[in-house]
């Protein structure tokens, strides 16, 4: 059995180690790691927890983010997209003059046709104490110079930050250019 597994092996290895004329290459094109990058404005129009839903057009819960990712290209069709988003929660009526935190949001992307991404992203907020991840929608509009405005519908799931606290679901609009 030692003696046949040697010569398979020792038969594999000059079958494919032999560089004739004869023999017809496959080289495939190398592909960019880097697939794009993108800029935006995130707004959550809207949260659920505990049975009860809030809409964020009060002064007291508002908050505005402005993410900012790389795009990386995989072997296959999914994409990894690493993105931070700042956000700021201005406190209009209060004598706090805003609040920010940095929420760290790695993800996988699917591109579709017609410009059409599905994706899913793992979300930690740094400063609110809060995880969780976030699915979302992506539409994008590609212009002449390659860059591409998009729209996103997000739906950011999280966790925290008390033990009480329990899961809230979020939803929102994010708009951005892909470069």
Same mark, same amino acid.
């Given at each position: 059995? @030692?003696? #046949?597994?040697c010569l398979?092996?020792?038969?594999t &290895? ?7 004329? !004869? ?10 790691? =880097? ?5 935006? =404005? ?11 839903? &809030?809409?964020? !057009? ?6 505005? $983010?402005?993410?900012? %990712? ?14 931070? =988003? ?11 003059? @805003?609040?920010?935190?940095? #929420?760290?949001?790695? %993800?996988?992307?699917?591109? #579709?046709?017609? $410009? ?10 740094? %400063? ?5 991840? &976030?699915?979302l ?8 110079? $390659? ?5 996103? #519908? =997000?739906?950011?799931?999280?966790? %925290? ?5 329990? @899961? ?7 708009? $951005?250019?892909?470069?």
């Amino acid at each position: 059995m @030692y003696k #046949l597994i040697c010569l398979i092996i020792l038969m594999t &290895t000059i079958i494919y180690s032999a560089n004739t004329q !004869d023999t017809i290459q496959n080289v495939k094109p190398e592909v960019s790691k =880097v697939a794009g990058y993108h800029i935006g =404005v995130v707004q959550i129009m809207f949260m659920h927890n505990n049975g009860e839903t &809030t809409f964020f !057009d009060r002064t007291s819960v508002y908050s505005v $983010g402005f993410p900012f %990712g790389i795009t990386l290209n995989t072997l296959g069709k999914i994409k990894i997209d690493m993105e931070l =988003v700042p956000f700021i929660n201005p406190y209009i009526y209060s004598n706090l003059p @805003y609040k920010i935190h940095l #929420l760290y949001h790695p %993800g996988i992307l699917y591109p #579709l046709k017609n $410009g059409w991404t599905l994706g899913l992203r793992a979300a930690f907020e740094i %400063g609110e104490g809060q995880f969780g991840f &976030t699915p979302l929608i992506n539409k994008a509009f590609k212009n002449n110079n $390659g860059a591409s405005f998009f729209i996103e #519908l =997000v739906a950011p799931g999280r966790f %925290g930050p008390e033990k009480n606290s329990g @899961y809230a679901q979020l939803g929102g609009v994010h708009i $951005g250019f892909g470069f």
